[in-house]
């Protein structure tokens, strides 16, 4: 499958959730298995080779390819979640969203120093939770921070939010 290929499986949804927003709705990507494997196959070659130790995903449509990526990678898959889901102790962080603060968290025991993390979203929009997602992963004092998109929306140039010790890539650019 080509990129176009994928591309024209994403659903535009216009004024969702709320007017003047365009919505890239990729459950008609998910729904495809051919696009499913090329989200597989793309997202593995490029971190076959960077020494990843766990990938994390986003509450909640990063769930969706982290830990597939995990499993090819032969590596666990840790869940960042809203605050108050986690049962366990968590470690913290809070973000400033367009209306209010939200906060996000990771189980305390569930990265390591010598961790090299991937933490994967479907998209990058302003890039705010993908940056707090990072400052969180940070407390955790891991070797190194990759950051993985399916879809970067580059007119928001969300990507600017980031620190230039982190590695950002997007599979498909809109
Ligand atoms: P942001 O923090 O602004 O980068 O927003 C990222 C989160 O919001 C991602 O988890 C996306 O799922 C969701 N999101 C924001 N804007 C859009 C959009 N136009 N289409 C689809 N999802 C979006």
Redesign the pocket.
Known sequence: MTIEEVKANIRDVVDFPIPG????DLTTAFINPDCMRYFEDEMYRLYKDKGITKVIG?ES?GFIMAPILGNKLGVGFVPVRKKGKLPAETIEVSYAKEYGVDVIELHKDALQPDDVVLIH??????????KAACELVRKFGVKKIYVNFLVE?DFLE?RAVFDEEVKVDSLIHF
């Open positions: 927003i365009i919505f890239k986003i449509r979203d479907d998209l990058l929009a302003t890039g705010g939770t993908m929306l969300g």
